[in-house]
């Protein structure tokens, strides 16, 4: 029922910014959690930040905490990921995502969400 897609993604020198956003279509409700995943090469899907859209609680992964941050525009039904100070580590694929529970508990947990987008590559060069 929800559609979402990123955008923002790009190559950026390491200490450098980028700003995904996450625009969502079709039917959304206000108890959703959204949430940014990131995966690289070779590597597990892994979560990164997380809001729940009414209550606008915030949930961080500790690779990221200081140097991210989630926020959303209701009006806009949009998510905003914005990344300082990025780290080649932080290279991956970012993936946009909701859960139409909002269920906290899952809130960090890829298998907790019902929809994704398409995804947004993010490179950090050294």
């Known amino acids: 029922q929800v559609q979402l897609v990123e955008s923002g993604g790009g190559l950026v020198q390491a200490g450098g910014s980028l700003r995904l956003s996450c625009a969502a279509s079709?039917?959304?409700?206000?108890?959703?959690?959204m949430g940014w995943f990131r995966q690289a090469p070779g590597k597990e899907r892994e979560f990164v930040a997380a809001?729940?859209?009414?209550?606008?609680?915030?949930y961080y992964a500790d690779s990221v905490k200081g140097r991210f941050t989630i926020s959303r525009d209701n009006a806009k039904n949009t998510v905003y990921l914005q990344m300082n100070s990025l780290k080649p580590e932080d290279t991956a694929v970012y993936y946009c995502?909701?859960?139409?529970?909002?269920?906290?508990?899952?809130?960090?947990?890829?298998?907790?969400?019902?929809?994704w987008g398409q995804g947004t590559q993010v490179t950090v060069s050294s």
């Open positions: 995502a909701a859960d139409r529970y909002g269920n906290p508990a899952l809130a960090t947990f890829s298998s907790g969400y019902d929809y």
């Open positions: 079709g039917r959304t409700f206000s108890t959703y959690t």
């Open positions: 809001i729940h859209w009414s209550r606008g609680s915030t």
